[in-house]
């Protein structure tokens, strides 16, 4: 068995798109997930599967569509991936806040290259780094005020991202084990 984080990408964002935890890990306890457990309420899973993380994600996909009604894209990582994320931390020297340190995690690489679509763009004090499937984000100013955050939101092309801050990569790969 393999263990993996499996990240939703937008639930119970407002009143829409609502998933309770309770009934997820249900849902997956059921289906023959082992080791399931979430974190917030943000759509953050661990769980423990025999299957590949291609098939995982569609399985999962397909699971909430039918049991909560709206699809919903995952976005999965293996232990050792995502301890070499935690490990990367390519911005850890400037980093200084966790929930100020976000990483994109996309579900393939972007064909566009980050640059391009940032380019002639004002990003402020804000830092970034692309390695792989995974974009670093520094918004020293907050997620809510950053210059780069609202030209990334603009860019609607690419791969499914889904965005989680530095806070809770940590307590997710804590929960791995």
């Known amino acids: 068995m393999a263990r993996y984080a499996v990240l939703l990408r937008g639930i119970n964002l407002g009143k829409a798109r609502r998933v309770a935890m309770a009934d997820l890990r249900t849902v997956l306890t059921l289906s023959g997930y082992e080791n399931v457990a979430t974190l917030l309420q943000s759509g953050n899973v661990v769980l423990d599967a025999d299957q590949p993380a291609e098939e995982l994600g569609r399985t999962i996909e397909q699971l909430i569509e039918e049991r909560f009604g709206f699809a919903v894209d995952t976005i999965l990582r293996s232990h050792d991936q995502l301890t070499r994320i935690v490990a990367k931390n390519p911005l850890g020297d400037v980093?200084?806040?966790?929930?100020?340190?976000?990483v994109a995690f996309m579900a393939a690489p972007p064909q566009t290259p980050v640059g391009a679509v940032l380019d002639g763009a004002d990003i402020g004090d804000d830092r970034y780094i692309v390695d792989g499937t995974e974009m670093y984000i520094w918004c020293p100013g907050g997620l809510r005020d950053s210059p780069l955050m609202t030209v990334l939101g603009k860019a609607r092309s690419g791969p499914s991202t889904?965005?989680?801050?530095?806070n809770t990569v940590e307590k997710l790969l804590t929960m791995m084990g």
């Open 95 to 102: 980093a200084t806040d966790g929930s100020k340190y976000v």
């Open 162 to 166: 889904t965005v989680r801050n530095w």
